[in-house]
């Protein structure tokens, strides 16, 4: 099934808070709640009450948690939004150890980790786009490792980024667009994110 293309110009422009951030405000949240009352879930309406995490961050990132073990994420009759989500075993372990949640997820992050907050959704939306591209068989599976490789690099703190690994992999899915006008949408826009974290 086709996925709806989000809008680059808008995501370009819009202030994202950063996956980190929002993933330790989840867990702080959960945390707590599991404190007052064990056996109690929240609803997505309940993690959304007191407008530190807004809801667009919500579902992305309470999946994640879920995926790494760190949260129960219940799902209901209208996916891929859930019901309800409580924190796990492992999530309480993390929190209460405040090395280690300091670590993972940081209490403040310095501006080089704020200004690429917008980076991760933006390689994403770049992966669909060279999933839907117009380039046939070998040619857009190589478009596809490019843009993988290039994510894999852009998942690493900001600070630990290989600049010269991150322009090559830029020029290489460049290349495959002779004409300007049938670039992937997401790439001028990441590239875009990417010079505005390196001047921060």
């Known amino acids: ?29 959960l945390y707590e709640r599991y404190l007052k009352d064990p056996l109690d879930m929240l609803t997505p309406e309940d993690l959304l009450e007191d407008g530190t995490i807004r809801r667009e961050d919500l579902l992305a990132n309470a999946y994640y948690l879920s995926d790494r073990g760190l949260a129960e994420v219940m799902t209901g009759y209208a996916p891929p939004l859930f019901a309800a989500a409580r924190i796990t075993a492992d999530g309480i372990d993390l929190v209460e150890n405040t090395f280690e ?25 770049l992966l669909e786009q060279a999933e839907f591209s117009e380039l046939d ?23 630990r980024w290989r600049a010269e690994v991150v322009e090559q992999v830029l020029a290489w899915i460049r290349a495959y667009f002779k004409d300007p006008e049938s670039e992937l949408p997401a790439l001028a826009a990441l590239e875009a994110a990417i010079r505005q974290a390196r001047a921060s």
């Open 137 to 159: 068989g070998e040619k857009r599976q190589c478009l596809l490792r490019d843009v993988l490789y290039l994510r894999d690099e852009l998942s690493r703190p900001a600070v």
């Open 1 to 29: 099934m086709r996925r709806a293309r989000p809008d680059i110009a808008i995501i370009a422009g819009m202030h994202t808070n950063h996956p980190k951030s929002v993933r330790r405000r989840l867990l702080l949240i």
């Open 101 to 125: 949640f300091n670590l993972r997820f940081p209490p403040s992050l310095d501006e080089l980790e704020e200004a690429t907050a917008g980076v991760p959704v933006l390689i994403e939306s």
